[in-house]
Nanobody, 122 residues
Framework: QVQLVESGGGLVQAGGSLRLSCAAS????????MAWFRQAPGEERDFVAVISAGGGNVLYADSVKGRFTISKDNAKSTVYLQMSSLKPEDTAIYYCAAGYLTTRSSHNYAYWGQGTQVTVSS
């Protein structure tokens, strides 16, 4: 089992920045791809970014490409999402997920955090 805890969410004005963190515990010695998803009210959970277990492969949703950066610190078992040039449409609950494949599909992630709220005001 892997436990994931997100932090770093909050309220920010449009154009601002936030950095989300996701700390993993449990069976973290196994190699997992780590991803971020987000879910706005009344919407489905959408893929945001993923980084492979080794860190050499990253994927982004088109809507965040060039504005968000995913990274990981294996020594700390933590993955980050640096978000810049935030827009009101980025407002959502952001979830961290761990899985065996580096993929955009939420179905491939076995472990999920509880989420952290990001609100971007206009």
């Amino acid at each position: 089992q892997v436990q994931l805890v997100e932090s770093g969410g909050g309220l920010v004005q449009a154009g601002g920045s936030l950095r989300l963190s996701c700390a993993a515990s449990g069976r973290t010695k196994s190699s997992y791809a780590m991803a971020w998803f987000r879910q706005a009210p009344g919407e489905e959970r959408d893929f945001v970014a993923v980084i492979s277990a080794g860190g050499g492969n990253v994927l982004y949703a088109d809507s965040v490409k060039g504005r968000f950066t995913i990274s990981k610190d294996n020594a700390k078992s933590t993955v980050y999402l640096q978000m810049s040039s935030l827009k009101p449409e980025d407002t959502a609950i952001y979830y961290c997920a761990a899985g065996y494949l580096t993929t955009r599909s939420s179905h491939n992630y076995a472990y999920w955090g509880q989420g952290t709220q990001v609100t971007v005001s206009s």
